[in-house]
């Protein structure tokens, strides 16, 4: 099945700083990217919709200065947390969308985010 | 507005057994069905979808049943397995839209 990694796995951080995430598509190209986020036991929250070539589609509280999207490639989306604070941990996952038959959306790793 | 959800957060079946996982939904514009299974700490893992053309799709161990009119998805699972002790979310999307919308997951164990 088509490989979806993301970079790093896990980070932790001080309070201000950013961080950056990377999603890769690794053998299939991907026009759309998404992001979401995992609090503990609850479901993935969409964040935003990454397309190729263009501006992400951020979903309605979802701030897109703090939350940076590039879509640089067709097999590359970052995810840039900007002056991180501590309520910003989480798990951060990406998926891109298979556009083959069955259309299916395939998930990366995830990113466990920690800010100190 | 939770439009997909998963009633029952937990389920624990006797290894061998059946497992049904239940979801249902809210938007009668959706059109496309997949389920997930997902590890502590890793990404989800697709599993099985369907398309509301069909009622029934089989893979394996994993069955798949669609009732529109009740907006009602299952996922059977027979014979049950250790291994398949995870968190299952379904998830839906609209045949003109992008986004999947998820349900809240539902732990399974399956105990040897």
């Known amino acids: 099945g088509a490989v979806v990694s993301q970079h790093p796995s896990w980070v932790i951080c001080k309070s201000g700083t950013s961080v950056k995430i990377e999603c890769r598509s690794l053998d299939f190209q991907a026009t759309t990217m998404f992001w979401y986020r995992q609090f503990p036991k609850q479901s993935l929250m969409l964040m935003a919709t990454s397309n190729e070539g263009s501006k992400a589609t951020y979903e309605q509280g979802v701030e897109k200065d703090k939350f940076l999207i590039n879509h640089a490639s067709l097999t590359l989306s970052t995810l840039t947390v900007t002056s991180a604070h501590p309520e910003d941990s989480s798990f951060y996952i990406c998926?891109?969308?298979?556009?083959?038959?069955?259309?299916?959306?395939?998930f990366g790793p995830g990113t466990r985010l920690t800010v100190l | 507005d939770q439009q997909v959800k998963q009633n029952s957060p937990s389920l624990s079946v006797q290894e061998g057994r059946i497992s049904i996982l239940n979801c249902d939904y809210t938007?009668?514009?959706?059109?496309?069905f997949l389920w997930y299974k997902k590890y502590p700490a890793e990404g989800p893992t697709f599993l099985i979808s369907?398309?509301?053309?069909?009622d029934k799709n089989e893979d394996g161990r994993f069955t798949v049943f669609l009732n529109k009119s009740a907006k009602h998805l299952s996922l059977h699972i027979v014979p049950s397995q250790p291994g398949d002790s995870a968190v299952y979310f379904c998830a839906a999307r609209t045949n003109t839209g992008n986004q999947f919308y998820f349900g809240t997951g539902t732990s399974l164990t399956v105990i040897p």
């Open positions: 998926s891109a969308r298979f556009p083959a038959v069955t259309d299916t959306q395939y």
């Open positions: 938007n009668s514009m959706f059109d496309y």
């Open positions: 369907i398309s509301s053309i069909k």
